[in-house]
């Protein structure tokens, strides 16, 4: 890889995703959503021929691109089957916020809580819950996301290109009330990843993202 990955304290964003009727065995445990799955995908792929220079001259500066085929972290996802890690993390605790920018407070409650009694359908006005979850429109420095169970929906933009969203507002809500309006020329960048590809984006890409089933993944923020 070509930065150390920081596994960050529980990296669980896990999507507040309608259960289905019962666990997929091949997701870990984790429930699916019924969020319905855009195939449409603008993100450029490549795969581990893709090499270090070549990443640098075409994608680090200028833009995302989603590698595929570059890890096996099947050691790795193993451990973090939903049975795992509440044997493991069941009494940590699990520091919740929104999302919002503008909202500064924090709750603290057991792995355990957090798994069995919050991941459930929420109210979609609400930022942070709704039949699926995930962050509204920010930007930082560039970095890595790799999906270890679930599917992650990705929009990005530009950093000259401001997105039209609301702060309170959340993913989901923007994408059932501004998405459909875009005309093409501000339709955002957009990909939905599955496990074991990482997706990679530049410094101070604006992007949002949107779970689509309960998410286990791992960021790395690059400095």
Not at 15 to 38: F, I, L, M, N
Not at 75 to 95: D, H, I, M, Q
Not at 142 to 170: A, C, D, M, Q
Request: glycine share 8%; proline share 11%; aromatic share 14%.
């Amino acid at each position: 890889m070509w930065a150390a990955r920081r596994l960050l304290p529980l990296l669980l964003p896990l999507a507040w995703a309608r259960p289905a009727a019962c666990p997929d065995p091949s997701g870990g445990g984790w429930q699916e959503g019924t969020v319905p799955e855009e195939q449409r995908c603008t993100v450029e792929r490549a795969d581990a021929s893709l090499t270090y220079p070549l990443f640098l001259q075409r994608f680090a500066f200028s833009r995302p691109v989603i590698l595929q085929g570059l890890t096996d972290n099947s050691a790795f996802r193993a451990l973090c089957t939903r049975e795992k890690l509440l044997a493991a993390f069941g009494s940590s605790p699990v520091r919740l916020s929104t999302a919002n920018t503008y909202s500064y407070r924090k709750v603290d409650v057991p792995f355990t809580d957090y798994v069995e009694q919050l991941l459930e359908p929420q109210d979609p006005g609400r930022l942070g819950s709704g039949s699926g979850s995930g962050v509204p429109f920010h930007w930082h420095g560039p970095g890595f996301s790799e999906v270890i169970f679930g599917r992650k929906r990705w929009f990005l933009y530009p950093p000259e290109k401001t997105p039209h969203f609301h702060p309170n507002e959340t993913t989901l809500a923007w994408l059932h009330h501004t998405y459909p309006t875009l005309p093409p020329a501000e339709q955002p960048l957009e990909c939905t990843i599955r496990p074991g590809e990482v997706l990679y984006f530049p410094d101070r890409w604006w992007h949002a993202t949107l779970n689509l089933d309960t998410s286990v993944f791992i960021s790395t923020f690059l400095g």
